[in-house]
């Protein structure tokens, strides 16, 4: 299990590699990836600020990492968050998701972008024409994490 | 009793607070006290805590309600739903 | 659209830069990875050879993606599947789908992957202790794609 | 009628036929039909595409029924469910 909060810039295909190191029992990896997008709420965003709660953030992206282990016959997993001030296109988040079979790979990817979204201290503040704005929570992120309560 | 507090985004913003350090009365302390507590000192102390927004709250790093107990030396921290990811 | 068959290995990395090109407006990327597992059914397996109906395949996964592009608002979409002889850990397949928000992102990856699992003209034969053997299709994944009918 | 018959995976190898040219007479064909007419060629023929085994057939590379027409100048493939991915 990997966690970690950065400035820097990731590398997908890296970071597949080392989740996967020699391991021969691996049947599927399942990754998402997160970017910023131009447009959001219908205005141009042109630049795009992440704070976030140092601490509780590592014990936060770990925790959702052991619900989905807990949850899911799942091999290893990986969040990396990045923090700081990006552009458009730059990359945000990845979680990666390795296992036996792609059903269980798949759920617990999606399980924990879910639960990211909604309870991992990460805050967006967006610069667009009209100034800097906080962007705000979702209700449909608040309905994705939903569907996973037992 | 003695606790820190923290605040983050939107709520660090708008109090002009980072963090703080406060020393209570040692009388039974939970998140909705913390905040009504903190609402009295002033109008946009009142509007971020116990206003319209919708803040949520953490002890110790982990997410709380309203009705968590907080104990001496907890570190309390509120701020907005989380928009990462 | 990317539509690929192939014997020669893929870089996972590579094909997201590919897929993402310069754009600005995709907001999530999602990729599946299928890779030889060294167990199938209880025996060890050293090597696993990958049969095609040349014509047919390509065919099979456009119409895939198409389904997919159809039934989900998303970017675009890639499918690339190796055949020939594949050892334990090697890369087989890999699915990428991008797109503005995740959850479409993520059904039409596991949709495609579910099509492709029962309708894509693909063969495995592989190596165990025992001999060669034709690998037997798996009621699960008629079940995986029966979730996707309407 | 002329078409042109494929075999693959295990049909392949049982069969010994990779691939075929067929001339029937011009009478209204279908999957099932054509089968039970191949199976006329012997064990190996009768099992492997009448027997237990669950055999898909395709015409002009779609995926098709035991009931679908086969015309003049079509591709049809019989194959095993298939396994990639």
């Known amino acids: 299990m990997t966690v970690r909060v950065q400035t820097e810039d990731f590398d997908v295909g890296f970071e597949i590699n080392q989740l996967r190191k020699a391991r021969k029992d691996i049947g599927a990896v399942v990754s998402f990836m997160g970017l910023v997008r131009d447009l959001n709420d219908g205005d141009a965003v042109s630049q795009l600020t992440l704070e976030h709660y140092p601490g509780m953030t590592e014990k936060s992206l770990a925790s959702i990492i052991n619900q989905a282990k807990a949850r899911w016959s799942i091999t290893d997993a990986l969040i990396v968050h990045r923090v700081g001030t990006l552009q458009p296109s730059d990359q945000i988040v990845l979680v990666l998701v390795s296992g036996a079979h792609r059903g269980e790979a798949f759920a617990a990817c999606e399980f924990m972008m879910d639960y990211l979204k909604t309870e991992a201290p990460f805050w967006k503040k967006e610069v667009t024409q009209l100034g800097e704005r906080w962007v705000e929570a979702k209700l449909t992120d608040d309905d994705a994490r939903g569907r996973w309560v037992k | ?85």
Chains 1, 3 share one sequence.
């Open chain 2, 1 to 85: 009793m003695k606790i820190k507090l923290f605040y983050f985004a939107r709520l660090k913003e708008a109090l002009k607070y980072s963090t703080e350090d406060l020393d209570l009365p040692d009388e039974p302390l939970t998140v909705l006290k913390l905040k009504a507590h903190l609402a009295k000192r002033g109008d946009v102390w009142g509007q971020m805590l116990m206003g319209k927004l919708k803040v949520r709250a953490a002890i110790n790093h982990e997410l709380v309600d309203d009705n968590a107990a907080i104990n001496n030396g907890d570190e309390v921290a509120f701020f907005p739903p989380v928009t990462g990811g």
